[in-house]
């Protein structure tokens, strides 16, 4: 399987010009890419879960490859982040975490 990220021009469907946030307040994305998800088609709870993969470490790009949980909306349902690939002060990090929060 390959996912694939490209640089294309996609029109925002949700693009509101006065909106605070960015990802309603461009006209346009530059960039695509790619996720897969297998909610209601495959969770686990215990066991290991095995990876490998090449990822594109290009300034701009962040691969990460995580798993959510399946009883609340995020976050208090977990995250675990396997693996996220990003630059802190152009330094290149991988980060491992696992994030969660109250129901309420």
């Given at each position: 399987m390959i996912i694939t990220g490209k640089r294309e021009s996609v029109t925002n469907p949700h693009f509101e010009a006065d909106h605070s946030g960015w990802q309603k307040n461009r006209k346009q994305a530059d960039y695509t890419s790619s996720s897969?998800?297998?909610?209601?088609?495959?969770?686990?709870?215990?066991?290991?879960?095995?990876?490998?993969?090449?990822i594109d470490t290009s300034m701009g790009m962040w691969p990460a490859i995580w798993t959510l949980g399946i009883n609340n909306p995020w976050p208090?349902?977990?995250?675990?982040?396997?693996?996220?690939?990003?630059?802190?002060?152009?330094?290149?990090?991988?980060?491992?975490?696992?994030?969660?929060a109250d129901e309420g």
């Open positions: 897969i998800n297998t909610d209601g088609k495959f969770h686990f709870q215990y066991g290991v879960l095995e990876v490998r993969a090449k208090a349902n977990g995250e675990i982040d396997i693996m996220e690939f990003y630059r802190v002060k152009n330094v290149p990090t991988i980060l491992a975490n696992a994030a969660w």
